[in-house]
C-alpha cells in the first residue's frame, strides 16, 4: 500500500468511511466523534453541516478494502 494512504484506522473508522460512500446515509452517522477524526485525518470535510468524503478518503477506502479483507480472512 502506498505511505500517503495508508491509516491505522479503528474498526468504527473504518464502518465511518463506508457509511460516508453513500451521500444518502451521511446523516445517518450518529457518533460525531468518529467524524471529527476522520476529518483531522483529511478524509472527511463538513459541508453545510454535512459530512462529506475527500478524494483522499475515498482513495484510502478502497485502498484500504483490501488490508480489511485480509484482517477478515
Known amino acids: ?10 474498526q468504527d473508522q473504518w464502518a465511518a468511511l463506508r457509511t ?3 451521500s444518502a446515509a451521511n446523516n445517518r452517522l450518529a457518533k460525531a466523534y468518529l ?6 485525518l ?16 475515498r482513495k484510502v ?5 483490501c488490508r480489511l479483507l485480509d484482517l477478515v480472512a
Not at 467524524?35 to 483531522?40: G, H, I, K, P, T
Not at 477506502?61 to 478494502?65: A, E, I, Q, T
Open 20 to 22: 460516508l460512500r453513500n
Open 42 to 57: 483529511g478524509l472527511v470535510v463538513i459541508d453545510d453541516g454535512v459530512p462529506a468524503m475527500t478524494p483522499t478518503g
Open 61 to 65: 477506502l478502497v485502498r484500504g478494502s
Open 1 to 10: 500500500m502506498n505511505d500517503d494512504f495508508d491509516f491505522d484506522l479503528s
Open 35 to 40: 467524524v471529527d477524526s476522520l476529518v483531522r
